[in-house]
């Protein structure tokens, strides 16, 4: 192990700040402040899209176009449901409901497995919505 | 294994098996039930078969985390147990009791029960989840108190961890908050009130810190990351377990006759409740994902893995699904309550005692770990119960999706009965998700019998 390389089993968070921030931010989005946490995670992005070292890079890339996709997956295929089947049918409910907490729930756990690359000072690229790294 | 005595935990794991296989062939009686009525009538009733689910599902976790104790208090503490004697006779008491009171279920009628075992002298029985027999309880209480004693003389004689402290005071807070099941007064708005003080302060109070306990232990075990790192996540899971869960109570109080402020109350501390699993995900892949060697018990880290995720959903997800007042007007008592209690217990205590078990069992039996074959056989039951009982969980909440919809939010509601008809194709299809279950749990039995090199001690 180099000077320069944490010793992840002795510290508690020897990733970046910044990147543990993105990724913080994109589970805040999905959890508890929808919207300004994605606004907050925005603002990190262009400040530092362009300076920060590569892995934090990342983590900003990731998140912020991981939350713009998933958001959209999210809430659009939800509303369809709910515009193709009727608010009073409840088969719509069914789907609508169903459909809304698994790819919610999905999210997040991607979100978890960022945040503990975050920590860990690791790059990670979300399935499926995740952009390509930085190299 | 470093010290003798932690031998004792083997007949309870043995025990605690023995009943999850009880519990699932009745869970299995059961979802057969749903949707052929008289399955099983008049000899096993659904109102009996499911006292017998429930029950030897509280029973057999109760095994799982005494033998989790009686394993993980000598290491911690670095000394031998205070009395293995003691730990063995009440193994015996309470596997006995056990197996009587099942069997007093299902041999004889509940109130002749009642009569026979004093409940004119201290009516305790009739109230789900705690229908145990006076004596049983009064059973409960006494190796409850040998138990702590025995674990509590054991640390005061060895070394303190944070992980044993933390353990400690949720295997007391479990016995003391036990004790309400004998309080049983007769305004059924207090009754249901102090119920939950059992129920609720168990699952979301006091188990939380016995399930971050027994976690911490094998994540430092498995990993090698150092104890001051866990020690500290640690700390934070059961801080926020016990902010959120305790007047999170509240959300089991909404329109039972308790005044209207614990809708608030219970709204809000139960929205945070997802809080300290979701640090428990974080904590368990955080932990995973920084050990530098693999080590050799991959079933293990699979299933403490499978903990914090499942834990999350069940009793995060699923539990903020139907917990806010407005919400829970109409979902009350519906079958998202069951779609969340299935994956809840799963994720958070089935899983956690399943992955104790697995890091212990090839130390009891004297081996570092299982053989490739006996892992990938462990493994394929993890992937098959925990798939399945998403399906479960999936096909519960469609289900209690299309009741509250046709029973309560429609402008012409259908009768219970009458909906239950309407949500059967989601019946049949929990049954199914169910046997697939049942076969996940008997691929885990085989997993025991698997032959193959097992990796050898390392002594130091």
Known sequence: MSAQEPDLLKEQMPGPRLAILAEALFLANLLIAPGLAFLALLVLWRRHRDSAPLVVRNHLQQTVIASIYGGAMLVGVSVAIFLLGGFDDPWSWVLGILYFVSFHATLVIFGVVGLNHAILGRSWQYPFIGPDLYE | ?460
């Open chain 2, 1 to 460: 294994m470093k010290y003798s005595s932690q031998s004792v935990a083997l007949p309870y794991f043995i025990a605690a098996i023995g009943l999850f296989v009880g519990q699932i062939i009745f869970g299995l009686a059961m979802g057969l039930q749903y949707v052929v009525g008289d399955f099983l009538f008049p000899e096993i009733p659904f109102n009996v078969a499911r006292m017998v689910h429930t029950n030897l599902l509280i029973v057999w976790l109760l095994f799982g985390f005494m033998g989790a104790t009686y394993f993980l208090i000598p290491e911690e503490a670095e000394t031998e147990l205070y009395s293995p004697k003691l730990a063995l006779l009440m193994f015996w008491i309470f596997l006995i009791a056990g197996a009587a009171t099942i069997l007093g279920y299902l041999l004889v009628p509940y109130s002749t029960l009642a009569e026979m075992t004093g409940n004119n002298i201290l009516a305790t029985m009739g109230r789900e989840f705690l229908e145990q027999p006076l004596l049983t309880k009064i059973g409960i209480v006494i190796v409850a108190l040998a138990f702590l004693f025995n674990i509590t003389m054991t640390m005061l004689k060895g070394r303190k961890t944070v992980i044993s402290i933390v353990l400690l005071m949720g295997l007391w807070g479990l016995a003391i908050f036990f004790l309400f099941s004998f309080y049983n007064p007769g305004n059924l708005v207090k009754d249901k009130f102090y119920w939950w003080w059992v129920v609720h302060l168990w699952v979301e109070g006091v188990w939380e810190l016995i399930m971050a306990a027994i976690l911490a232990f094998v994540l430092i075990k498995v990993t090698g990351v150092d104890r001051e790192v866990i020690e500290k996540w640690l700390y934070v899971i059961i801080t926020l377990a016990l902010v959120t869960g305790l007047i999170g109570t509240g959300h089991h109080y909404f329109w039972i006759g308790t005044p209207s402020y614990w809708q608030w109350l219970g709204s809000i501390f139960s929205a945070l409740e997802p809080i300290p699993f979701f640090a428990m995900t974080v904590f368990a892949f955080n932990m995973v994902n920084r050990r530098r060697r693999e080590h050799p018990n991959k079933a293990a880290v699979l299933w403490a893995l499978g903990t914090g995720v499942m834990a999350f959903l069940g009793a995060g997800v699923w539990g903020f699904l139907h917990t806010l007042a407005p919400v829970n007007y109409y979902t009350h008592g519906s079958q998202i309550t069951a779609a969340h209690g299935h994956m809840a217990f799963y994720g958070a205590y089935v899983l956690v005692v399943l992955t104790i078990i697995s890091y212990a069992m090839p130390l009891l039996r004297g081996r570092a770990a299982n053989s490739e074959r006996s892992q990938v056989c462990e493994m394929w039951a993890f992937w098959l119960m925990t798939i399945s009982m998403v399906f479960i969980t999936l096909f519960l909440t469609a289900a209690g999706i299309l009741q509250v919809w046709l029973q309560r939010v429609s402008d012409t509601p259908m009768p219970f009965m009458a909906v239950q008809d309407q949500i059967a194709l989601f019946y049949w299809m929990r049954l199914w998700a169910g046997v697939v279950f049942a076969a996940g749990l008997v691929t885990y039995l085989a997993s025991f019998f698997v032959k193959g090199d097992s990796k050898p001690l390392i002594h130091a």
